[in-house]
């Protein structure tokens, strides 16, 4: 059962513009909601994350927007560019531990 | 920010033979280690979690006895991937987490071929 579903699977934006990825999660017990970022041959590394008790963190171009009622999450990014072109995976967790992961987002800026 | 490191970045082996992957944590110390499998365009599929001084910690699934994971210190951890079959070929991903904060740090992976 996949604890976490993340959409789309692939996304295509105009360089400027804005990326937004969705995540839904069923396990109310999940307590750390991170993204990351993930570039050919490397390993993920961490983009920004959130906490339920807070609906929206932002950091620079990249805000998450938290729905705790409906148990989702997004990842919004600003002025999206060039080298922002990656998979993004979304992440959910609990007591510090185990990560469950989306099933990332492949991200295309065009010039 | 924190450091993991992981050794070897690729590697290629013949059927059969086993395989040792080390990932560690170079300027901080690592309560516990994860261990991932990401097959092409796939997500990171979580196969054990181990934590210093004790027995890993396996996913359903994973098999224990062929995926050997030693956690022999805070900043090490290894995992040995026995009697090697093509269908093991993947990129192989540790992380580890401080203790101290909320997020796992991870590794650049290993990718492992197996002919």
Redesign the interface.
């Known amino acids: 059962q996949q604890q976490v579903k993340q959409s789309p699977q692939s996304l295509i934006v105009q360089k400027g513009g804005i990326s937004i990825i969705n995540c839904a999660y069923e396990n109310t017990a999940f307590d ?1 909601f ?1 993204w ?1 970022q993930q570039f050919p ?6 983009l920004i ?1 959130i ?1 339920p008790d807070v609906s929206e963190k932002k950091e620079g171009r990249f805000t998450i927007s938290f729905n705790k009622s409906a148990k989702q999450f997004s990842l919004h990014i600003m002025d999206s560019q060039p080298g922002d072109s990656a998979t993004y ?1 979304c992440a959910a967790g609990y007591n ?9 987002t ?1 991200l295309n800026v065009k010039p | 920010g924190a450091v993991v490191s992981q050794h070897p970045s690729r590697v290629i082996c013949k059927s059969g033979t086993s395989v040792k992957i080390e990932c560690r944590s170079l300027d901080f110390q690592a309560t516990t280690m994860f261990w991932y499998r990401q097959f092409p365009k796939q997500s990171l599929m979580l196969m054990a979690t181990s934590n210093e001084g004790s027995k890993a910690t396996y996913e359903q699934g994973v098999e224990k006895d062929k995926f050997l994971i030693n956690h022999a210190s805070l900043t090490l951890s290894t995992l040995t991937v026995t009697s090697a079959h093509p269908e093991d070929s993947s990129f192989y991903i540790c992380s580890a987490w401080t203790g101290a904060s909320d997020t796992q740090y991870f590794g650049p992976g290993t990718r492992l071929t197996v002919l």
């Not at chain 1, 041959?41 to 961490?46: D, Q, V």
């Open positions: 750390y991170p990351y041959g490397k390993g993920p590394a961490l994350a906490r995976f510090f531990n185990k990560f469950y992961f989306g099933s990332g492949k």
